[in-house]
């Protein structure tokens, strides 16, 4: 399974951007979905999760009411808009996947809990 990540750039404080990640694969294969985020100098941290349908999500708490992800399961592609940017947003966003069974409809946070991974997307901020 191949992640390819998409939408980072420049912006200024206040603007926003929408990230993409695509998972090749059947079809048939179900995934719960998240993105991270990774600054220089410091640790992978997660922004928020999504599960196989959609139907929950989770959010680290510096996002929520700034960031919403989103999924089109028929093509398991998940994205992340955000608003409000600040410069701590700055980083270079990742996008992980895990397979699932159908009735799996948890999120998950930890990057262990991931088994693939997308290269990453930058996001610059500047204030």
């Known amino acids: 399974v191949q992640l390819q990540a998409s939408g980072g750039g420049v912006v200024q404080a206040g603007d926003s951007l929408r990230l993409s990640c695509s998972a090749s694969?059947?079809?048939?294969?179900?995934?719960?979905m998240a993105w991270f985020r990774q600054a220089p100098g410091k640790e992978r941290e997660f922004v928020a999760a999504v599960s196989w349908g959609g139907g929950r999500t989770r959010y680290e708490d510096f996002v929520k009411g700034r960031f919403t992800i989103s999924r089109d399961g028929a093509r398991n592609t998940v994205y992340l808009g955000m608003n409000s940017l600040k410069p701590e947003d700055t980083a270079n966003y990742y996008c992980?996947?895990?397979?699932?069974?159908?009735?799996?409809?948890?999120?998950?946070?930890?990057?262990?809990?991931?088994?693939?991974w997308g290269q990453g997307t930058q996001v610059t901020v500047s204030s």
């Open positions: 694969g059947r079809p048939s294969d179900l995934y719960a």
């Open positions: 992980a996947a895990q397979p699932v069974v159908a009735s799996n409809r948890e999120t998950y946070s930890r990057p262990h809990e991931y088994d693939y």
